[in-house]
């Protein structure tokens, strides 16, 4: 059906087709066919068809996004008939937001785990029970055994705290040293 070849397993060369969807994925406005046909080291004509016939079959096939030709480029969207799905993952995204409270409290628990809610709340200044339930029931914290002392329960950060984040591992949270008060063990004498 299509004239340009798929590329073999192991070529150094992805197909035009391959080519253009890689590179459609990434972008956040429309590319004009000269510029991808330049990228891509094609002819305009050829990354033309190729793009019309990319568009008809996803069009065909009913897939969730169109690829279209609008503003003198070419974009990925999508399609008209999910944009109510897309609208509610983005704006229960947007919902999801933690307040004060919650933030200190994920903050002293990131830092300090695995921490029990008596420890967070001394830190804290404040009851921090309600705080934790809600951060553990959004799974950004989690239980992670109990104090052998004490038998509290302790809490720690989940790997969707760090997926949110961005990070690896709590290793690379920022260093707390340049933030706090040089006076740091008389405000912790204070506390007590």
Known sequence: MFDA?????????????????????????PVPEVTLAQILERPRDEVAATLRELAAEYAEQGRG???????????????????????????????ARLTQAAL??????????????????????????GVIRTLTVRGLIEEAGHDPEHQAVLYRTTTYFLERLGLNSVDELPELAPYLPDDLEGIEELQQ
């Not at 073999?8 to 972008?27: D, K, N, T």
């Not at 200190?104 to 029970?129: F, M």
């Open 104 to 129: 200190e409290t994920l903050a002293v628990i990131a830092y300090r785990q695995p921490v029990s809610r008596a420890r967070v709340s001394a830190i804290r200044g404040v009851n921090s029970d």
């Open 5 to 29: 070849p798929e590329a073999e397993p192991g070529a150094a060369e992805p197909s035009l087709r391959a080519g253009l969807e890689a590179i459609l994925l990434v972008v956040d406005e």
């Open 65 to 95: 996004f169109d690829l279209r030709e609008i503003a003198g480029g070419w974009r990925f969207y999508t399609r008209d008939v999910c944009a109510p799905l897309v609208e509610r993952f983005v704006r229960d995204g947007q919902q």
